[in-house]
Nanobody, 126 residues
Framework: QVQLVESGGGLVQAGGSLRLSCAASGRTFRRDIMGWFRQAPGKEREFVAA????????AYSDSVKGRFTISRDNAKNSLYLQMNSLKPEDTAVYYCAADVSSRGYFILRRTGYDYWGQGTQVTVSS
């Protein structure tokens, strides 16, 4: 059973930075895709970024492109999201997710992911 545990959320001022981490266990990732999603109050959970565990290729939503960077550490079985130039509209609960289907391409909707973490709150004050 795959377990995902996020950490690193918190309160930051607009323009600041945070780094989220996701520790994965229960599976050796090879051809899988890992992603970050976020959900603000009253809104749908939305795609933020994803990375291929196999070759490190990435995908980003337009709203975070150029500000956020997704990365992984294969040896530590960990996923990261470096968030710079944060804006109040980035405020949300951020979730780590794993797509273990080995499909080989990115899915940008939540239904494409099989496992989820419990989420970590990110609050950006103006």
């Amino acid at each position: 059973q795959v377990q995902l545990v996020e950490s690193g959320g918190g309160l930051v001022q607009a323009g600041g930075s945070l780094r989220l981490s996701c520790a994965a266990s229960g599976r050796t990732f090879r051809r899988d895709i890992m992603g970050w999603f976020r959900q603000a109050p009253g809104k749908e959970r939305e795609f933020v970024a994803a990375i291929s565990w196999r070759d490190g290729s990435t995908a980003y939503s337009d709203s975070v492109k150029g500000r956020f960077t997704i990365s992984r550490d294969n040896a530590k079985n960990s996923l990261y999201l470096q968030m710079n130039s944060l804006k109040p509209e980035d405020t949300a609960v951020y979730y780590c997710a794993a797509d273990v289907s080995s499909r080989g391409y990115f899915i940008l909707r939540r239904t494409g992911y099989d496992y989820w973490g419990q989420g970590t709150q990110v609050t950006v004050s103006s």
